[in-house]
C-alpha cells in the first residue's frame, strides 16, 4: 500500500500542497511544472542527473555503522547514510544539481535561491558555477552571522549573497525575499532548497533527493539482507527527510520518524516544532502544517540550527503525519548539542546541528530496541560550518 498521492500534475499529497500565489507568478511556475514533467521523462536528463551525482558530487554516499556508539549505548544497531560526505558537505546539492540541469535544459542563465544554514546557497553557488550561471542567494541577516564560512564559500564560487533585515532576518525572511524576487524578475530561475513551496516544487526536490533513499535501501539490502526496523531524519522544510522516506514508504514493517527542532523547550515557545505544535494552514504558496500567532500570520521560531527554523513544513509530511505513516518528534537545543558531541568523540564524525537533531533521537531510541534491530539516520549534512557558532556557545 502506498500514502504517496502526489503527482507532477496535481502537486498534493493528500489534502496538502498546491498553490495558492499571486497572479505574476502563475505563469513561470506553470512552465516550470511542464518543463519537469517533460525533463523526468527524457532519458538523456536523467542520465546527465545521474553522471553528475557519481563523477561530481561523489555518490554513493557511504552507510556507515556505529559500532562504537552502539557499544555504549546498548539496544540497537545504529546506521549513518552519510550525506555529510557529498561534495559541498550536505544533501542539498542533490537537489541543486537537478533544478540547475532543469533551468538549464529551459534556457535561463541566472540562478535566485534562498539558504539558511547555507548549505543550500553553497550548492546553488556550486552549480551556476559549474554550469556558468549566475547566481544570487537570498539569507537572513541572523543567519549570514551564525554561518560565515559557507557566506564566504558562495562568495568565492561567484555568488552575491544578499543579507535579508526583514522580520527575524531568518530562513522564513529569506524564502520571501526569494519570492519576491522572482515575481520582480520570473524569467530568472527560482532554485528552492527544500520540499516546500508552491508546485511544483516539494515534488521536484521529492524527486532529485530521492536518489537518498533508494541508495539506502539498496545499501542496508546488500549488507544486511533485510530492511532496517526504523528511520529517522531531521525536519525542518523536509528535503533530506522525504529523501531518505521515499525509499521505505511501502515497506509497513520500516517505521518512519522525523525529528524537528524544540529549540528552548516547547514550552517556552521557542521553538520550531511544525508538525508537532502546529496546524494546517497556507504559507508561501502551499498548504501545510504552519506555526502560527494569534493573526493567522506565520509565528516567530527558534532554533539552534540555521536550517530548521521554519514555521512551516513540506506537504509530503504533512500527509505522512495525518495518514499516520510516519511519526514526528521534538528535540531540544541541548539534547542536539550533547548527540553532536558524542558522535564526535565515539566515532570520528561531525555531524551539523540539523543531523544532530536526528541523532539525538536515537540515542534516546537505540536502548529501547533489542539489539538485532537496526536504526537507520540520514546524517544531512557535515559540522563544519558550525564550528564558530559551537565554540561561541561553549566559549
Do not use: W
Not at 536502548?367 to 564558530?388: A, E, F, T, V
Amino acid at each position: 500500500m502506498t500514502v504517496m498521492t502526489s503527482s507532477v500534475e496535481t502537486g498534493y499529497f493528500g489534502a496538502f500542497g498546491g498553490r495558492f500565489v499571486p497572479e505574476p507568478l502563475e505563469r513561470p511556475l506553470e512552465e516550470l511544472a511542464s518543463a519537469f514533467a517533460e525533463a523526468v521523462l527524457d532519458p538523456d536528463f536523467e542520465r546527465e542527473y545521474i553522471r553528475l551525482m557519481v563523477e561530481y558530487v561523489g555518490r554513493p554516499s557511504a552507510l556507515t555503522e556505529c559500532l562504537n556508539l552502539g557499544r555504549q549505548l546498548g539496544g540497537g544497531r545504529l546506521f549513518l547514510k552519510r550525506e555529510d560526505l557529498n561534495h559541498t558537505g550536505a544533501h542539498k546539492i542533490n537537489n541543486a544539481i537537478g533544478q540547475a540541469l532543469l533551468a538549464k535544459r529551459m534556457g535561463k542563465t541566472r540562478l535566485i535561491a534562498e539558504t539558511g544554514a547555507g548549505m543550500h546557497g553553497t550548492a546553488s553557488a556550486t552549480v551556476a558555477a559549474l554550469m556558468g550561471m549566475e547566481c544570487v542567494v537570498y539569507m537572513g541577516a541572523v543567519d549570514v552571522e551564525r554561518q560565515a564560512p559557507n557566506v564566504s564559500r558562495m562568495k568565492l564560487m561567484g555568488a552575491k549573497v544578499v543579507p535579508v533585515t526583514q522580520g527575524q532576518g531568518v530562513l522564513k525572511d529569506a524564502v520571501n525575499a526569494a519570492l519576491t524576487a522572482y515575481v520582480e524578475d520570473p524569467e530568472t530561475f527560482y532554485l528552492l532548497g527544500s520540499a516546500v513551496g508552491p508546485h511544483p516544487y516539494p515534488s521536484m526536490v521529492r524527486h532529485f533527493q530521492r536518489i537518498i533513499g533508494r541508495e539506502a535501501r539498496e545499501q542496508i539490502m546488500a549488507r544486511e539482507g533485510r530492511l532496517p526496523d526504523e528511520i529517522v531524519a531531521c525536519v525542518g522544510g523536509g528535503s533530506n527527510a522525504i529523501g531518505l522516506f521515499s525509499g521505505f514508504i511501502d515497506d509497513q514493517s520500516v517505521s518512519i520518524t522525523g525529528v524537528e527542532p524544540a529549540g528552548k523547550g516547547l514550552e517556552t515557545g521557542e521553538h520550531a516544532a511544525t508538525l508537532v505544535a502546529g496546524a494546517p494552514g497556507i504559507i508561501h504558496g502551499f498548504k501545510t502544517y504552519v506555526l502560527a500567532d494569534d493573526q493567522g500570520e506565520p509565528a516567530p521560531v527558534y532554533s539552534i540550527s540555521a536550517g530548521l527554523d521554519y514555521p512551516g513544513v513540506g506537504p509530503e509530511h504533512s500527509h505522512l503525519k495525518d495518514s499516520g505513516r510516519a511519526n514526528y518528534v521534538a528535540v531540544t537545543d541541548k539534547e542536539a548539542l550533547d548527540a553532536f558531541h558524542l558522535l564526535c568523540r565515539t566515532e570520528g564524525i561531525i555531524p551539523a546541528l540539523e543531523s544532530s537533531h536526528a541523532l539525538a533521537y536515537a540515542l534516546k531510541r537505540l536502548p529501547q530496541m533489542q539489539k538485532d534491530q537496526i536504526l537507520l539516520l540520514n546524517l544531512s549534512g557535515r559540522g563544519d560550518k558550525d564550528m564558530d557558532q559551537i565554540m561561541a556557545l561553549e566559549a
